[in-house]
T-cell receptor, first 111, second 117 residues
Framework: EDQVTQSPEALRLQEGESSSLNCSYTVSGLRGLFWYRQDPGKGPEFLFTLYSAGEEKEKERLKATLTKKESFLHITAPKPEDSATYLCAVQGGGNNRKLIWGLGTSLAVNP | EPEVTQTPSHQVTQMGQEVILRCVPISNHLYFYWYRQILGQKVEFLVSFYNNEISEKSEIFDDQFSVERPDGSNFTLKIRSTKLEDSAMYFC???????????????FGSGTRLTVV
């Protein structure tokens, strides 16, 4: 069964304190791994799609990496506005295109 | 920046009543989706829609659920006879490419919080 597990569930950082969020997955034939950001009361906001092991993508203070079993979202020198829940989702192979989601990591960055 | 619009933002309904959740996807997107998120749980896939028909649905999407694109802009989710366990945040999403596998992913709306009492 396709599954996504994210850790930690919650993370509190000081402004400028870099860290990484983990997304472990099991899926039959990975088509894509997605990172989304979700602010309270809002829908998920797209950050990255990674397609194959070894791939990396960057956007401002965020960098996503992918291996065959997990993905990391590295946050470099975070700011308070980076506080949000970060969601990971995978899309398997075959005819299915649905996303299988993790529970997310709730990140709080203190000034 | 283009956005997906959902209405209403909150809906409270009596158990057994029908509800219709409305969405206006991004105008040049062709693929449409409904997901839901029960409080404290993972986001769950409900249904995907393309070319005026359902392309994929989950086990959650039973006979009580239906989707429709009644005109060129709206995309609706109907729950015929709501149950307490249907209480959740319902998200509509759209994408330019099937499955959102491009550099833009899905664009989600802000959701409709449905409370069944």
């Amino acid at each position: 069964e396709d599954q996504v597990t994210q850790s930690p569930e919650a993370l509190r950082l000081q402004e400028g304190e870099s860290s990484s969020l983990n997304c472990s997955y099991t899926v039959s034939g990975l088509r894509g791994l997605f990172w989304y950001r979700q602010d309270p009361g809002k829908g998920p906001e797209f950050l990255f799609t990674l397609y194959s092991a070894g791939e990396e993508k960057e956007k401002e203070r965020l960098k996503a990496t992918l291996t065959k079993k997990e993905s990391f979202l590295h946050i470099t020198a975070p700011k308070p506005e980076d506080s949000a829940t970060y969601l990971c989702a995978v899309q398997g192979g075959g005819n299915n295109r649905k996303l299988i989601w993790g529970l997310g990591t709730s990140l709080a960055v203190n000034p | 920046e283009p956005e997906v619009t959902q209405t209403p933002s909150h809906q409270v309904t009596q158990m057994g009543q029908e509800v219709i959740l409305r969405c206006v996807p991004i105008s040049n997107h062709l693929y449409f989706y409904w997901y839901r998120q029960i409080l404290g749980q993972k986001v769950e896939f409900l249904v995907s829609f393309y070319n005026n028909e359902i392309s994929e649905k989950s086990e959650i999407f039973d006979d009580q659920f239906s989707v429709e694109r009644p005109d060129g802009s709206n995309f609706t989710l109907k729950i015929r006879s709501t149950k307490l366990e249907d209480s959740a945040m319902y998200f509509c999403a759209s994408s330019a490419r099937r499955g959102g596998t491009d550099n833009y992913g899905y664009t989600f709306g802000s959701g409709t919080r449905l409370t069944v009492v």
